[in-house]
Nanobody
Framework: QVQLVESGGGLVQAGGSLRLSCVAS????????MGWFRQAPSGKEREFVA?????????HHADSVKERFTISRDNAKNTVYLQMNNLNSEDTAVYYC?????????????????WGRGTQVTVSS
């Protein structure tokens, strides 16, 4: 069974940067799209951040993070990344890595079948 482990979260000042990583176990990493979601405190719903197709040739980012966040992947390392620049307080959340059910998926969380435990990102103003 595939397992996803996120890392790279932490406390950063507004305007700063972080790079999240998600390492997947198993041999079929390159068969599936991958995505990042986040869940802010206070019971907010988990929201889509970005997705990348299995080859890395297609990416899609939420409007709220476009021009600031970039998703990428390295299939040789079974790893997907989220580079986050110019962070602000609204980016504070737990960030989750997820595996898509197919080679290319979209924003709907039900298009993903495996989730990591998340990594906390806190942006101080």
């Amino acid at each position: 069974q595939v397992q996803l482990v996120e890392s790279g979260g932490g406390l950063v000042q507004a305007g700063g940067s972080l790079r999240l990583s998600c390492v997947a176990s198993g041999r079929t990493f390159a068969d599936n799209a991958m995505g990042w979601f986040r869940q802010a405190p206070s019971g907010k719903e988990r929201e889509f951040v970005a997705t990348i197709s299995r080859t890395g040739g297609t990416t899609h980012h939420a409007d709220s993070v476009k021009e600031r966040f970039t998703i990428s992947r390295d299939n040789a390392k079974n790893t997907v990344y989220l580079q986050m620049n110019n962070l602000n307080s609204e980016d504070t959340a737990v960030y989750y890595c997820a595996r898509g059910r197919t080679g290319i998926v979209g924003e709907n969380r039900y298009e993903y079948d495996t989730w990591g435990r998340g990594t906390q990102v806190t942006v101080s103003s």
